[in-house]
């Protein structure tokens, strides 16, 4: 009796979250081993191996190859394996705890201590998101927000007012912690601040009725 084969999912229509949690429970990966473990072609995941190293999710090594009486032989082999990075991205586990932390900075009183508090965590976000936005003006950099986030699952777009770009968030970036408390907004106009290179300022925030927040490069 013929077997009928299976049909192989192309790999862009699953998520980066299977890729990077299989290679979680591996130390390391071959091409091979990759489109096996996900039920993909060899080409598909070259193409998101490629879209993840880009990203700084995953990382690239030559395997070490056998030796035969004249030296090396084969063709060089490579393997992928997470970075810090990424893993952090497949242990998406934090959830309880950013919920917990946010908590603890709502509870601060002096205004002043949670405000610098929120200045060090735009910074650090600023810092690891930093070197995944490029432009050379503002609005490059903007749109380069824009995509990052999007890729990451958070939906935001730039669109156009008075000639200037804004930066649209489609959906709250967090949709685990209370959306009452403004310090959330407060953290994110630092953060694109920062990743812009330009002040950017809140113009419109669903707090006031608004259908997404809206964030403005600041005049002058």
Not at 47 to 56: D, E, K, V
Not at 121 to 150: F, H, I, K, N
């Amino acid at each position: 009796m013929q077997r009928t084969p299976r049909p192989v999912t192309r790999l862009s229509e699953r998520s980066d979250s299977e890729m990077l949690d299989l290679m979680r429970r591996r130390p390391e990966l071959g091409i091979g081993e990759l489109a096996s473990g996900l039920a993909v072609t060899a080409t598909a995941v070259r193409q998101r191996l490629n879209r993840l190293m880009r990203h700084g999710l995953v990382e690239r090594f030559s395997a070490r190859q056998e030796e035969d009486g004249h030296g090396l032989r084969g063709r060089p082999s490579y393997r992928y394996r997470l970075t810090e990075a990424g893993h952090r991205q497949a242990g998406d586990n934090f959830g309880d705890l950013a919920l917990a932390l946010w908590k603890e900075i709502r509870a601060i009183k002096a205004p002043e201590i949670r405000r610098g508090l929120l200045e060090r965590l735009a910074s650090t976000m600023a810092d690891a998101y930093g070197p995944q936005v490029a432009g050379e003006s503002a609005e490059d950099r903007m749109r380069s927000v824009s995509r990052l986030l999007s890729e990451r699952g958070v939906p935001f777009s730039v669109d156009k007012v008075a000639g200037l770009p804004v930066l649209v968030a489609e959906a709250c970036p967090y949709p685990g912690l209370p959306e009452h408390d403004r310090s959330l907004c407060a953290m994110e106009r630092m953060l694109f601040s920062k990743l812009v290179a330009q002040d950017v300022r809140l113009t419109g925030c669903r707090l006031d009725g608004a259908s997404c927040c809206t964030f403005e490069m600041s005049p002058g």
